[in-house]
């Protein structure tokens, strides 16, 4: 075999300096491929199991983001804008809640959006604290009000899902409270976040506590899975408001919860947690055992920063 050349030995270094300086993420445990939004750097992104960025694009504000089953992404420019993009980043589709449908004018933010398998997208719109799906051509099919104790455009509502039976599962944070809707806009089911005998404490980091919650997870056991936002913690409710698993601040060797956002149950019985504002000293997505075994994380402070509120995995398991 013959010697490489000067050539193809520099390509071979450019080549090799190319890839660290792209496959800045750190995984533990099996590499993931996963969708990844940071209001910070304002940068959503998939992420290859070998830690370079397959694809990417700007934003501005997000909570939320979904990887279509067409392959086009569903995500939001800013608080008032949804969109879908194709790979290439062209906008197929659009709904601004700022102008549309009886908002202009008014204080608006959506923080919470999903396609539905009609077709339509729901739309959770804070300030009117409404939520609504609309069709391909933005007209509203079906709305209901929430009920918001405290109203806040920036904080009547974090993560927001459609169940299987077509009633919604609301996080609501200035509230701290789940709420489960009917179609009619009832609510059938409510759990006040606990504050566990603590007092609230202002801040976004480690420090703070709450119970601003994020997320809620109708899981197939019936049983609910919550985000608690800076409330440091995961916890599995049962229908009848039971605390039957929990992961707290401290519970996970080395790793500080700071605001829980996004929870999932994966197939194999781990549960995935969003860890944001946490410090570049602990991972910012966590999949743990039933146990609290840690099995995997996900770090990449270079082309993500301290406020990724959006973590899921590409493919799942």
Known sequence: MNAPSLKSLVGLALAALLLASTASAAQTGVPRRVLAGDDSTRRLAIISPNGSIEWEMKVGAIHDAWILPNGNILTQQGWQKVVEVTRDHQVVWEYNSGTQNGNAGKRVEVHAFQRLPNGRTMIAESGPSRIIEVDAKGAIRHEIRM??????????TRLVRRLSNGRYLVAHESDGAVREYDRKGTVVWEYEVPLFGKQPKGGHGPEAFGNQVFSAIRLKNGNTLIGTGNGHSVLEVTPKKEIVWKVEQNDL??????????????????TLIGNCHAGPENPQIIEVTPQKQVVWTFKDFKNFG????????????
């Open 147 to 156: 009920k918001v104790n405290h109203p806040n455009p920036h904080s009547d």
């Open 253 to 270: 060797p080395g790793i500080t919860l700071a605001w829980v956002t996004r929870v999932e149950r994966l197939a194999n019985g781990n």
């Open 306 to 317: 301290n406020s990724m509120p959006v973590q899921t995995l590409v493919d799942a398991r």
